[in-house]
């Protein structure tokens, strides 16, 4: 009962007026910022770095830095989810799955809900994240270090496996869509031989072809374009608009305890692993879909299809910061930039960090609490004005979305040339939409095809090519495993079936 | 942007650093009239960043420039983003660049027309040491006996963990295998940190990990250091764990391995910079050099101070780019 002690010491350290100033100032630029596409939470970050510098060299000052800093990645994972179901536009990498289901709730008319059970839930996937924060680090940070190359490899192969088979349309379709993400992927350097792959002289290809600027171009832009083409309107205009749909929407969220709980576990591993919220938000979402009784109406706007992969985003960014504290090794690249920060004020992130210096890491502990209740508050109150948004006319917003992407195109990596991509991936998923061709598969391939070939190549040298390594331990053949029965899930459950002489339930309740 | 202009931009540049070496009395009367852009040519989170963050901090707190400065991260390609913006902006006196050894290595080893002699050499800031580790639990205590263990275990036996392909942690290891006869399988992965976690958890049986990158294991107990490749040991007396401070560390060549290396971490502007302009620069990171702040970083990160601008700089740049084209190429790391 140590931790509790200490954690109440961390709260004194926390609750002062100024801290809390700090919280709610850096919970707002935090959720601006997870709005605004493009600007994603590790750039928000990095630009207010130098802030907090003369901030952290005064007495107890690290920890009001940090506090300020890490509020403003709570508000990004908060605010990631805002433009994702009012727009189909992904503000942040890990809310593309949060698209799937929040806006056709929102076409559906019920914006409000969308976004009560984004907030909610990721605020359920925070708190589950910072209890085991709060008291299994130690033992967290152990399991962490046991993840070579074969275990990550394992991980991305069974976020891949929860995810193939999702898709209604023709499997081939869906094959031929995550070919097209890997192919992209691999455009650029590849970091296991430093050579350029792909890039055909073209210099402003070296860099690849960045995840965001896909995403905000295959659903934004593409969004755009068919709407046009649908007639000049949005269908969510019909929302009501006051604070009663939070309370409605909660009443309905204890159904979803089950995703709940599935989804903050995905999300605390892969945070810890450290794999990162973006591809926690993919397997939670594949997961939901292939073991929720409602599965197969997923896409079409269920509540339960924003609770899952929203849960396991926050659970994964907030457990992100673990790895961070205890080892020294960024979760996600916003803790990249947070550990970066602790080195400039002249922290040292490490396994001594819980024992020299106390009072900051509980103080931050403690804030990650104060903070993510402070933000929910501050998003909850604001979804009758976000929801609102979809009341205004096609014709007014549609140029300002077209701005807004093309600005968030242009701040991933300060390049007119990003501009254009983003519109050619526009017409891509414009193409896609009319073809009938999924673009997650894409999406995922994109996100996780660089990292997930990486490990492969990796493993396979510290093996020297033998296969075997993907089973060579309890921990590695397990999670292997199971990313194969996943992946057969669906010729397994039709032989149940028929084992069973066709009288069981239809194989999907499990 | 156009990559035309190289050989009349490298006479420029040789022009621009022949000025620097002559004018270093002058007096600074240049000063940048809008924001400045230090570009750094790798992503966030790294050395290179962190150093370049904490430039731009000590010269936001101690007031040392009237315009404001902003860090760029333009990490594609290995660096070749970063270095070909500055290439462009040839001649651009409110840009200036951090750069480490993928100064020399990117364009050798992929080929990106790209030179250092493109820019103009401003101030090397400090040179970072690469220290050889192993994990505690082992039974290694000096170089020479992990060496042997190597040699004994057979090739490709043991894994050496490093930052990259063809950059400065496998042209080390290549240099290491070339002394000792050793063969090791390196496996290269993004960053240091995650290196250093690899080492802890048993995944690879050796690093060259920076001080900074390892030193938190280090403390912790988890690993143990060999010996640094360079010259001399390192300065710093302090005890950094219980018994050891980095200067305790013997020299690998005492060790009896004769290899030895350090990474650049020096400011580089545009190439036809004018001595005006490059001595502006030369005095805001001078001043920098000077707060707590910056020598705390360093020694905390137990850099090598060598401090050099003007003509040393540049003839040290030079030299060094001589080195890495021998080490790659005998490692058969150049582009074909």
Redesign the interface.
Known sequence: MQEIQSLIGGFQVALSWFNLMLMLAGIILGVIIGVLPGLGG?NGV??L??LT??MA?QPGGTTSAIILLSCIYWGALFGGAITSILFNIPGEPWSVATTFDGYPLAQKGRPGAALTAAFTSSFVGALVAVLLITFMAPLVAKF??????PEFFAVYLLTFCAFVGMSKGSPFKTIASMMLGFALAAV?????????RL?YGF?EL???FDFLIAVIGLFGIGEILLTIEEGLEFKGAKAKLDMRVVLDTWKELPRYWLTSVRSSIVGCLMGIVPGGATPASFMSYGLAKKMSPDGPKFGTGMVEGVVAPETAAHAAGTSALL?MLT????GS?TA??L??GL??W?L??????FVEKPDFVWGLIASMYLGNIVGLIVVLTCVPLFAAILRVPFAIIAPVILVICAIGAYTV??SMFDVWMMLVFGVMGYAFKKLDYPMAPLVLALVLGDSAE?AFR?AM??S?GDLRAFFSNALVGTITGLALLLLFWPLISKGLEIVRGRNGSNGQGA | MTYRLSFRSRLAALAGVLLTAMSVPALAAWEPTKTVEFIVPAGTGGGADQMARLIQSIIAKHNLMKQPMVVVNKGGGAGAEGFLDMKGAKGDPHKIVITLSNLFTTPLATGVPFNWKDLTPVRMMALDEFVLWVNSETPYKNAKEYVDAVKAGGANKFKMGGTGSKQEDQILTAAIEKQSGAKFTYIPYKGGGEVATQLVGKHVDSTVNNPIEAVAQWRAGSLRPLCVFDTQRMPYKEKVTKDMAWGDIPTCKEAGLDANYLMLRGIFMPGGATPDQVAYYVGVLEKVSQTPEWKKFIEEGAFNTTALKGKDYADWVAKNEQLHQNLMKEAGFLAK
């Open positions: 590790a990095a630009i770095l130098p510098f003369s060299s962490a270090l046991r993840f070579g190359p650029g350097t590849d970091t296991v031989t430093g050579q350029l890039t210099m070296l860099r690849g790895p080892l020294g090794v960024p690249p990249a930039v550990l970066g080195l400039i002249g040292q992130p490490g396994p001594l960090l990596h300060s990486n990796q040298l510290g020297q």
